[in-house]
């Protein structure tokens, strides 16, 4: 195992049971993002949540443990939002973490479902890489109880 950052893809993919327009929502509305973002044992104030849903725009979020109380911002920018189907957002290294983007894309199912692939394109390491993938089906699991929720 490598501590050595690599560029890598990785490619996450769930199906939804909602509409993509109230997908496309709970990923551009503060107060939705603030209840589903960051992974188990991790919550997200609705304070630190800032989004500018816009190319340029910035997305900045702050997870905090629930164990102890540690927080993890990132200042995330967007670089291409194409309403209801595509949001996309870039961050710079940072605290030991590689630069790099994600592209959602919501595709509608019909029937009121609808699939959601994130790419992830950045740098990364071996000891990492299954921590981001835990931690991001997580979050998406997260994602599907919050959906649930929704009218």
Known sequence: MSDEMTFREIE???IFDAPRELVWRAWTEPDQVAVWWGPARMHT???TVDLDVRPGGVFRVTMV???NGAAFPSDMRYTRVDEPSVLEFEWDADRGLGAGRVTITLRDL???R???TNHYAGWTTDAIEPFMRQGTDQQYDKLRAHLRLRP
């Open 114 to 116: 609808t699939e959601m």
């Open 65 to 67: 443990s629930d164990e």
């Open 12 to 14: 996450f993919v769930r």
């Open 45 to 47: 104030p609705r304070e």
């Open 110 to 112: 019909g029937d009121g």
